[in-house]
């Protein structure tokens, strides 16, 4: 793995965990603060796809909220700082 790449894949990472630790602080001060019961799902509903032998679901949704969006720019800010 060449360096660029390892950049992209820290990159990532860091605009996912900003983003989970973003949400769950949204979600804990969402009483304190009303603009963080405000947000957007994003992303598909689950469906099942049946090959008689294998059988498997896939889906995908994230709700993202200003402190989701705030971590996730965090995340970034980290990245070009290191």
Known sequence: M???SKGV???IL???????VGGV???LFKDTFEILKHGKH???KPFTID?????????L?????LA??????IGMVIFFRL
């Open 2 to 4: 060449n360096s660029k």
């Open 9 to 11: 894949s820290m990159l």
């Open 14 to 20: 860091l605009m996912i965990v900003g983003i989970v």
């Open 25 to 27: 602080v949204g979600d």
């Open 42 to 44: 994003i992303g598909f």
């Open 51 to 59: 090959l008689l032998a294998i059988k498997f679901t896939l889906g």
């Open 61 to 65: 949704q994230l709700y993202m909220n």
């Open 68 to 73: 989701s969006v705030l971590g996730g720019v």
